[in-house]
């Protein structure tokens, strides 16, 4: 995993890097395998929410940060 580095999640959340490696992972792959079963999913993190429809994503950032 490139785009996440798990050692300074990790560090903050007082765990042990094979693990959230792997919780990262399990993660991730629950993501990649409702894509693939053609399932629409939102993700809302605060500053932004990941729309996956029809297996394609589209990113919508907080007003306060596309201003």
Avoid: W
């Avoid at 995993?1 to 903050?12: K, R, T």
């Amino acid at each position: 995993m490139i785009f996440v580095n798990p050692v300074p999640v990790a560090a903050g959340a007082q765990m042990g890097p094979d693990v959230v490696k792997d919780c990262m992972a399990a993660i991730f792959g629950a993501v990649e395998d409702l894509i693939r079963q053609d399932k629409d999913i939102s993700l809302q993190m605060g500053f932004a929410n990941l729309c996956f429809t029809n297996r394609t994503l589209k990113v919508y950032f907080a007003d306060h940060l596309t201003k």
